[in-house]
């Protein structure tokens, strides 16, 4: 019997799945050619269910840290797994992965668990909304906290009290920022932050460190808190916190994704001040506490204390950002790749609906490579120079058609996003 092919099983999924696919895992708004379902993975590379091998820079969309299927974390999960997941109280794990992830960011005093990003943000507007007796946060516009109402994208199933209470800045731009939180007067109970500007579909940022000093003035003479949201770029910019290396220490930070290299765990560290009232919120999950998903986190935090998995993965991104420049000038094309080189967004100049590069990806994907038109991408420790020259190989490639292709393009009708 032959395997189903993917329209195949888009067709199944439709009858079953509301919208065939949903959330950030749905290719609607994604080029031609990209696979909605995938049969395996390991170490850098995807296969779908086609057979077709895909090198991966989204890496899950970055809880891939060391690559799928690694070995020394995937055995720390199965032997706990054997021994003790969800019982009907915690693992003595659990203070294992407590007391390390005190030890290696530097604003933590102590740590809670929960399953996803948004249960660590969610958590962390309560603990701060407890801590000061106030309702009202100061975020970035375009910033992503995660699917739960009060920060959901998308107006469909929203009630605007859902996000009332939220006064918007903009990343990195400091009068805005000290607007909004004069907007929200006393009322302020926290202001959350990104690591950096790595909102979808725009150039991404470094947080300038003006930025997050006065952030941090503001929090501290309006007695909010600041909260830093590592649950996307932690660990893949430093082995503490990443606002550490602009010098600012937040009261709270979110973190989840690359903490246990994909399985399902995600924390909230804080610093002293803030202790009594995280223990007065009602936070709580049926499997929050099982403990295999902590023991793969104990073992990826050793790798990441241990390896230099953080200086491979940026000299893998520059080489990459090297080589795609080079091959997109030599073929008339000017990239903007932004962001922390490990953590490449890359759009077309000059390209409002996006069509070049949507061409230019499903071209991509062809030749064996999983990228994204318009969210940032992640690469990981598993990856190789001989990975990245398969790249940089590939987009020659797809420059070489893209040139062909581009005067018959049309416009693009799948991209979701605004027009630059
Ligand atoms: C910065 C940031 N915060 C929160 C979340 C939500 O995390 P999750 O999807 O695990 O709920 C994400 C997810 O992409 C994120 O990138």
Same mark, same amino acid.
């Given at each position: 019997?032959?395997?189903?092919?993917?329209?195949?099983?888009?067709?199944?999924?439709?009858?079953?799945?509301?919208?065939?696919?949903?959330?950030?895992?749905?290719?609607?708004?994604?080029?031609?050619?990209?696979?909605?379902?995938?049969?395996?993975?390991?170490?850098?590379?995807?296969?779908?269910?086609?057979?077709?091998?895909?090198?991966?820079?989204?890496?899950?969309?970055?809880?891939?840290?060391?690559?799928?299927?690694?070995?020394?974390?995937?055995?720390?999960?199965?032997?706990?797994?054997?021994?003790?997941?969800?019982?009907?109280?915690?693992?003595?794990?659990?203070?294992?992965?407590?007391?390390?992830?005190?030890?290696?960011?530097?604003?933590?005093?102590?740590?809670?668990?929960?399953?996803?990003?948004?249960?660590?943000?969610?958590?962390?507007?309560?603990?701060?909304?407890?801590?000061?007796?106030?309702?009202?946060?100061?975020?970035?516009?375009?910033?992503?906290?995660?699917?739960?109402?009060?920060?959901?994208?998308?107006?469909?199933?929203?009630?605007?009290?859902?996000?009332?209470?939220?006064?918007?800045?903009?990343?990195?731009?400091? +009068? /805005?920022?000290?607007? %909004?939180?004069? &907007?929200?007067?006393?009322?302020? @109970? =926290?202001?959350? #932050?990104?690591?950096?500007?790595?909102?979808?579909?725009?150039?991404?940022?470094?947080?300038?460190?003006?930025?997050?000093?006065?952030?941090?003035?503001?929090?501290?003479?309006?007695?909010?808190?600041?909260?830093?949201?590592?649950?996307?770029?932690?660990?893949?910019?430093?082995?503490?916190?990443?606002?550490?290396?602009?010098?600012?220490?937040?009261?709270?930070?979110?973190?989840?994704?690359?903490?246990?290299?994909?399985?399902?765990?995600?924390?909230?560290?804080?610093?002293?001040?803030?202790?009594?009232? +995280? /223990?007065?919120?009602? %936070?709580?999950? &049926?499997?929050?506490?099982?403990? @295999? =998903?902590?023991? #793969?986190?104990?073992?990826?935090?050793?790798?990441?204390?241990?390896?230099?998995?953080?200086?491979?993965?940026?000299?893998?991104?520059?080489?990459?950002?090297?080589?795609?420049?080079?091959?997109?000038?030599?073929?008339?094309?000017?990239?903007?790749?932004?962001?922390?080189?490990?953590?490449?967004?890359?759009?077309?100049?000059?390209?409002?609906?996006?069509?070049?590069?949507?061409?230019?990806?499903?071209?991509?994907?062809?030749?064996?490579?999983?990228?994204?038109?318009?969210?940032?991408?992640?690469?990981? +420790?598993?990856?190789?120079? %001989?990975?990245?020259?398969?790249?940089?190989?590939? @987009?020659?490639?797809?420059?070489?058609?893209?040139?062909?292709?581009?005067?018959?393009?049309?416009?693009?009708?799948?991209?979701?996003?605004?027009?630059?």
């Amino acid at each position: 019997m032959t395997e189903p092919t993917d329209r195949e099983l888009r067709q199944r999924a439709a009858r079953v799945i509301p919208g065939g696919m949903y959330g950030h895992q749905s290719v609607v708004s994604l080029p031609d050619g990209y696979p909605q379902f995938f049969a395996r993975a390991e170490g850098p590379w995807l296969w779908d269910t086609e057979g077709n091998l895909l090198l991966d820079l989204m890496c899950a969309y970055g809880p891939q840290l060391f690559g799928y299927g690694n070995a020394v974390i995937d055995r720390a999960y199965i032997e706990q797994l054997h021994v003790g997941d969800a019982m009907t109280g915690p693992s003595p794990i659990m203070i294992d992965l407590a007391e390390t992830l005190v030890g290696m960011i530097g604003h933590a005093e102590w740590a809670m668990f929960c399953k996803n990003g948004s249960d660590a943000t969610t958590m962390a507007l309560m603990a701060a909304r407890a801590h000061t007796g106030r309702n009202s946060i100061v975020r970035a516009r375009g910033a992503y906290h995660g699917s739960q109402p009060w920060s959901n994208p998308r107006p469909a199933g929203v009630a605007p009290s859902d996000q009332s209470n939220q006064h918007l800045c903009i990343y990195n731009d400091i +009068a /805005s920022l000290e607007a %909004a939180v004069k &907007s929200a007067g006393s009322d302020l @109970a =926290a202001i959350f #932050a990104a690591p950096y500007r790595h909102d979808v579909f725009t150039d991404q940022s470094l947080p300038s460190a003006a930025y997050a000093r006065r952030a941090r003035e503001l929090a501290d003479q309006t007695g909010a808190l600041l909260i830093v949201d590592e649950v996307r770029a932690g660990f893949r910019l430093a082995r503490d916190c990443s606002w550490s290396l602009v010098g600012v220490a937040p009261d709270l930070s979110c973190w989840g994704k690359a903490i246990a290299n994909g399985h399902p765990i995600s924390a909230l560290v804080g610093s002293e001040k803030v202790r009594v009232a +995280a /223990s007065r919120i009602y %936070a709580t999950g &049926s499997y929050w506490f099982a403990a @295999a =998903a902590m023991a #793969a986190s104990l073992a990826t935090l050793r790798q990441i204390r241990d390896t230099d998995y953080l200086e491979r993965t940026i000299a893998l991104g520059e080489r990459l950002r090297e080589g795609l420049d080079a091959a997109a000038k030599a073929h008339g094309y000017t990239l903007r790749q932004t962001g922390p080189v490990q953590m490449p967004q890359i759009l077309f100049d000059s390209d409002p609906d996006m069509r070049h590069g949507y061409f230019w990806c499903s071209r991509m994907i062809k030749h064996g490579v999983y990228m994204h038109p318009w969210h940032n991408m992640f690469l990981s +420790a598993a990856m190789n120079e %001989a990975n990245i020259d398969f790249v940089i190989d590939a @987009a020659r490639e797809s420059f070489r058609e893209l040139v062909v292709a581009a005067p018959t393009l049309g416009a693009n009708d799948r991209y979701p996003g605004p027009r630059s």
